[in-house]
């Protein structure tokens, strides 16, 4: 009797101890990295640099970003020959570059250089441009690589095949010629016979 007690006392305790270790487990799959959130005072830098303006207008940048959209690509490509390295200018640059019909090029140089500003960006606003721009930005990009990589497997495919095709013509203009050849020696052979 005292064994069968010690038994299912430890089957308890085992039991509540794997609950435990379940519970622990959960904790930290909840434990993941605060996003973080856009309040009312959205500011894109904490110190901005020097003469960046709108700062801390996010419907400025947006409004900018509906402007690029509402633009053919050779207008926004005007604008863009006129801009300078500044923050500013390359965050504007960036804005002008998010429409689908930019060119994978210049869509990468102005990812590339807002890469490079963006550590300087407050948390908020990093992730702001991550899920609003970048990630999207980033797919197009990568979908358009995947692209060119298959146009231009296509173009060497299909050079290939031509000059296949050329062999393959070459090869039967041959033959032809060594059965043209064969026939007649036949004839000639068949000629001294008789």
């Not at 690509?73 to 019909?101: E, F, G, M, Q, V």
């Not at 102005?110 to 606003?125: C, D, H, M, R, S």
């Amino acid at each position: 009797m005292r064994i069968s007690g010690l038994i299912v006392a430890l089957l308890v305790l085992t039991g509540c101890q794997s609950l435990t270790r379940n519970n622990d487990n959960t904790n930290e799959a909840e434990k993941v990295s605060p996003v973080a959130k856009v309040e009312r005072g959205f500011c894109l830098f904490d110190e901005p640099p020097q003469t960046f303006e709108h700062n801390c207008d996010a419907t400025y940048w947006l409004n900018k970003w509906i402007d690029a959209a509402n633009q053919p690509w050779l207008k926004r490509k005007h604008t863009l020959k006129s801009l300078s390295d500044s923050a500013y200018d390359t965050l504007h640059a960036y804005i002008l570059t998010l429409p689908n019909d930019t060119p994978y090029q210049d869509r990468l140089r102005a990812q590339l250089a807002v890469n490079n500003i963006a550590g300087g960006f407050t948390p908020a606003a990093q992730e702001l441009i991550n899920v609003v721009a970048g990630a999207q930005n980033n797919q197009v990009m990568q979908l358009e690589s995947a692209m060119v990589v298959l146009e231009q497997e296509n173009t060497s495919r299909g050079e290939q095949l031509e000059a296949l095709n050329k062999e393959a013509i070459n090869l039967r203009k041959k033959l032809e010629e060594l059965l043209q050849i064969e026939a007649t020696l036949m004839d000639k052979n068949r000629s001294t016979q008789q």
